[in-house]
């Protein structure tokens, strides 16, 4: 197996042994298959919408506000992340869960900077539970 990610044996353990409810196999090999492609559609649009909405305000934000331009850089460097994902996740290939592993921690310091804490909570309790049920599958 690849090397071990920051913080990913302590999040393996709590989303994926420990875990509570265990996905079935089938509901695992549908995220699989079909996530990329879902994927594919959102990540782009996300990332418009984030670059439109900091673009009519960057100029502004950079000089006012500190927290929120970090906290725009993170998530945009998020999506960013995740969308460079995109190509490795249809052939299951560890190294795309991983950037997809670094996706979620960008963007939950990025919602921590902005005190979104709704945000860290979903990206934790769903976005992370997700990720480490199909783990499995991207070993190449």
């Known amino acids: 197996m690849a090397q071990q990610l920051i913080l990913e044996e302590e999040l393996a353990s709590l989303f994926s ?7 079935p196999q089938n ?23 984030v670059l439109a909405g900091s673009g009519s305000t960057g100029f502004l934000s950079l000089t006012l506000n500190l927290e ?3 906290g725009t850089l993170l998530l945009i ?11 490795g996740l249809f052939y299951r290939r560890r190294s795309s869960w991983s950037r997809l ?9 990025s ?7 709704g945000g860290l909570l979903l990206t934790f309790a769903v976005g992370f539970y997700l990720l480490f049920q199909i783990r499995s599958y991207y070993n190449k």
């Not at 042994?17 to 996905?23: C, F, G, M, N, R």
């Not at 460097?77 to 190509?87: H, N």
């Not at 919602?111 to 804490?117: E, H």
């Open 77 to 87: 460097l998020s999506l960013l992340t995740g969308i460079s994902a995109l190509p």
């Open 101 to 109: 592993y670094w996706a979620g921690l960008l963007y939950s310091l």
């Open 17 to 23: 042994e420990k875990a509570l409810i265990q996905l």
């Open 68 to 70: 929120g331009s970090l």
């Open 27 to 49: 509901y695992r090999l549908a995220l699989v298959r079909y996530g990329p492609l879902v994927a594919s559609i959102l990540f782009p649009i996300a990332l418009v919408a």
């Open 111 to 117: 919602a921590i900077v902005t005190m979104d804490f």
